[in-house]
Structure formats: C-alpha cells, structure tokens
C-alpha cells in the first residue's frame, strides 16, 4: 500500500487534485481511498464538527489533542488493515506540525511525540501545494470561515512558513508545488512524480 498526501494552506486547490490524481490512478485499475482529516471516521467526523463548526471555545493544546484523537481512530480504523493499493489524504499529520506548531506555537516535540504514539505510518510522497496567503483567501472569498479559517493572515503566514521549513528538511518525501500555476499543470506536474514511485 502507497499513502500519499496533499497539504497546504486554504485555498491552494487540494480536492481538486485529490480528484483528478483520484481518477487518473483509478484507470490504471489501483483501488483507491481517500481520506480527508480531521474526520473520514464516524467518530472523527463528529470531532471535526467540535473543531471546525462549533461555538465551543477551544485552548491551543485541546485543539492539538482532538486532531490527534481523530487521526488515532482513523489510522485504526481505515489504514493498519487497509486492502487498498493507495490511500489519498486530505492533509495528515504534516497539518498538526504546520498549524499546531508553527502556527499556534506548540512543542514541536510534543507533536512529533503524538505522530509516533499514534501510529501514523511515514507517507510515501507529500504534495505541498504552496501559495501566498492572500491569494489562497482570496479563491475562498465565497466561503464562510469555519473556527480556524477565522484564525486571519498573520497566523497562516506562520502556517504556510512552517510548511516550506518542514518541506526544507524532508526534501526526499514533500515536494513542492507551485499553486499558482493552471489547474491542468499542477495535475501533470503531479502525476509525473507519481508514475515514479508506482
Ligand atoms: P479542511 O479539511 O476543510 O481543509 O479543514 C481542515 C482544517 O483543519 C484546516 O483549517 C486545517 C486544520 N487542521 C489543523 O489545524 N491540524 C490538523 O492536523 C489537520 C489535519 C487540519
């Protein structure tokens, strides 16, 4: 089994490369699951509902741990005994690093703790999907702001820096991609990486 995953800040086009990658891996006849987080899991997705759309005040470290409370449940549930040639992620544990650590500011150590404690498998290839914030906000300008979207460009600043910094010392698995370019060649620039390591 292959696990590849998309990260990146709001904006920058990942379901619609979860979706074409998704169709382009599946005429080559792999059985595909994609999984988005935090949710893909019954209980998951009710912890989503506490940490996006919820009134609910929520400290920092609550925030970190109730990520990794759904991501525990969802590694147990969908990928130790997963049959699939390749799972498609909607952000992963890279989320918890750029936006609990470098964005809310929490131990890095702490996170990298949890990553281990709960099992995450290493994915095999990374998609960092790298836009400037402002632009990223603005292809969501229609959208309502769920509790971290709310969060404002100061803060994502710091996401999508803590990002490039973790791409920079994972070189091997996180490749960057330019999120500016048309949606066709991001596909094709994708999909090139991808037949590789197939
Ligand atoms: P999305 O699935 O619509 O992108 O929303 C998920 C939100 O949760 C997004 O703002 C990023 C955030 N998030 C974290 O802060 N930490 C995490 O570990 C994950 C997986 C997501």
Same mark, same amino acid.
């Given at each position: ?7 990146? $800040? ?10 074409? =990658?998704?169709?382009? =891996? ?25 940490? !996006?759309?919820?009134? =609910? ?6 925030? !970190? ?117 048309? %949606?066709?060649?991001? +596909?094709? +620039?994708?999909?090139? $990486? %991808?037949?590789? !390591?197939?």
């Amino acid at each position: 089994m292959k696990i590849i995953t998309f990260e990146g $800040i709001e904006g920058v086009g990942k379901s619609t490369q979860i979706q074409m =990658l998704e169709e382009y =891996l599946k005429n080559k006849d792999y059985s595909i699951e994609i999984l988005r987080e935090p949710g893909s899991t019954d209980a998951g997705e009710k912890i989503r509902d506490i940490l !996006l759309n919820s009134p =609910l005040t929520l400290s920092n470290e609550s925030e !970190l741990l109730l990520m990794f409370s759904a991501r525990a449940q969802l590694i147990n549930e969908k990928i130790l005994n997963s049959d699939k040639d390749i799972i498609l992620f909607d952000r992963f544990y890279d989320a918890s690093i750029a936006y609990q650590g470098y964005g809310r500011g929490l131990s890095l150590n702490v996170i990298n703790s949890l990553i281990k404690f709960s099992n995450c498998p290493t994915p095999d290839i990374t998609f960092l999907l790298d836009i400037v914030v402002e632009e990223g906000f603005k292809r969501k300008f229609n959208d309502k702001k769920d509790r971290i979207e709310s969060a404002g460009n100061s803060f994502f600043q710091k996401v999508r820096n803590g990002y490039l910094e973790l791409a920079n010392q994972n070189k091997d698995r996180i490749k960057v991609v330019d999120a500016s370019m048309t %949606i066709d060649t991001i +596909h094709k +620039h994708i999909v090139k $990486i %991808i037949d590789k !390591l197939l």
